[in-house]
């Protein structure tokens, strides 16, 4: 009896161990990101973050070179897209591309990897005809798409980091024999442990449907009885497994882009969600109007299982990092390709803008000492911080009320949390935040309902209109 219980006992542990063999070992940092109780914070292991961040560094800028000198289009026999920098600028850019793309050793190294040696305006090779339509790319995406990239932009090592082929691209995947006689039916790509949905059992393709395909991603109903949304269990699952790929890719928890009381709000979502919103438009841009285009310049062997061209999604930039390469601005120092604000022709822009999101902005509480209505250090403080989020959502207002404690008379208490209130609005003042964006609101009752000294009621509430 006792040996039987032993195994058991001994079975039971190493199971136990099994299961925790797929958990991160401790410590785990937690920062909190959004309002108390409302779980948005974000967990990082520091011992995984240590490897991103080294994947993550961007190479030294190339000096920069004259502007002045003939134009390399008229030097040069074939240059379609690059003609307008000088001989000087052209080459630099050539050295460029040659380090983030082209392989560092063997018979391919170098200028070699894009060009016929005995003759470089020769496009025989099909790397250099991708390589010039991957400029056009890149300026595409810095001159057009700042409501995603910003000012930071990408070069090409965003993508290739010294590589030839990007680390991360995908492809559609091989048909499935369907065993629809079978006990396991048609499977709808699920239930096939793959890296792409952290193994999980979702589908496994969420790219061909919404980065090349825009199937519809919104699944909520937003009425209380099924009335006249018809999206499935399948559609939803499909939707789960494009967040898993955008939450792996950013190194990020579901969090970062929404407010887990209400996943599909807009307006309670931080302002990550809209850029979000923006990189599914611009990557299925640039599959459909970049990358297929090129299928028939690609040699057969480089295409994916059904003949189509390699393409991106947010991990072929992100590689792991909310921001590519931390966001390291690199292509402020390649205006030839859009970087630094250069003007190049804009292509046609979606129409299209983001729902509108969360400003960001959050309520903030200032206290003070009995009887006074000087700012502490610690009020100071709160202000700064509250000063620089309204700088950057340029709309929003807020509202001043002053309290006061019960101890004390009435009348006098009444002129000292006014005095308070202007203390908050005369610190935002001074930070630069004009009048007509601070208004002042007389509470109800500006008396605490507890008697006596309590000090939360020694405050100001700032709250955002
Ligand atoms: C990743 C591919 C790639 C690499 C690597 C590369 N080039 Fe180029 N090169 C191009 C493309 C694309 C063009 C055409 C640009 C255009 O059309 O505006 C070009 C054009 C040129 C031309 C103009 C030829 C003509 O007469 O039309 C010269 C010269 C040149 N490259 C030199 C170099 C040198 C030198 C190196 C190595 C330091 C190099 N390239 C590395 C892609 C590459
Ligand atoms: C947004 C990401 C992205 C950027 C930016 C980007 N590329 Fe690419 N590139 C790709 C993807 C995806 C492929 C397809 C990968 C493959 O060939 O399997 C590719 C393929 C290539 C290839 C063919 C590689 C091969 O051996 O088959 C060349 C050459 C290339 N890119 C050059 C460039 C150059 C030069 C730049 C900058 C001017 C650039 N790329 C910028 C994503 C990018
Ligand atoms: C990088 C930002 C980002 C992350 C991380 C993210 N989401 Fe999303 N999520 C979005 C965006 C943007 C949309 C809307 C897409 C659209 O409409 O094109 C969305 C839509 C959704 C929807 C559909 C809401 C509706 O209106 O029906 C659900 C559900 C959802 N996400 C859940 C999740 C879950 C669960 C996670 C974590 C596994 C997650 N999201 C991670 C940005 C994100
Ligand atoms: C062409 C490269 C590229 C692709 C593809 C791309 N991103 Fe980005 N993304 C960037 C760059 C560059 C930034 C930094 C912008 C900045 O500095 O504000 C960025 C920023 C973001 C941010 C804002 C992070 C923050 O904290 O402000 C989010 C969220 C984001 N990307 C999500 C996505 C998602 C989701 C996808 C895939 C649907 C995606 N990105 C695809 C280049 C890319």
Redesign the pocket.
Known sequence: MIRVRLASIVLAAAAVGTLLAGCERPPIDNVQVGFRGVAMEQNYNPRLMAAVIEANQPPAPLEPASADGPKASAVYQNVKVLGDLSVGQFARSMVAMSNWVAPKEGPEAGCVYCHNPANFADDSKYTKVVARRMVQMTQNINVNWKQHVAATGVTCYTCHRGQPVPANVWFDPAPLKHDVTGLLGDRALQNSPAASVKLASLPYDPFGP?LAGDK?????GDTALPTGNR?STKQ?EF??S???H??DS?G???T???NSRS??DWEQ?PP??????Y???MARQLNNEYMTPLTGTFPANRLGPTGDVPKLN?ATCHQGAYKPLFGAPMAKDHPELGGGGAALPKAAMPAAA??AVSSGLAPATVFFAVGSAALTDEGSKVLVGLASSMKSSADAKVAISGFHSAAGSLAQNQELAKQRAFAVRDALKAAGIPEDRLVLEKPMQTEANVSGEDPRSRRVDVAVR
Request: proline letters at 5%; charged letters at 10%; aromatic letters at 14%.
């Open positions: 919404y519809p991603i919104r699944v909520q999206a939803t939707t789960y494009l967040m898993v955008m939450s950013l990020v928890n579901c970062y882009c929404h996943w599909q979502s990550q969600r809209a850029t979000a919103w990189g599914i438009r947010c983001a729902p």
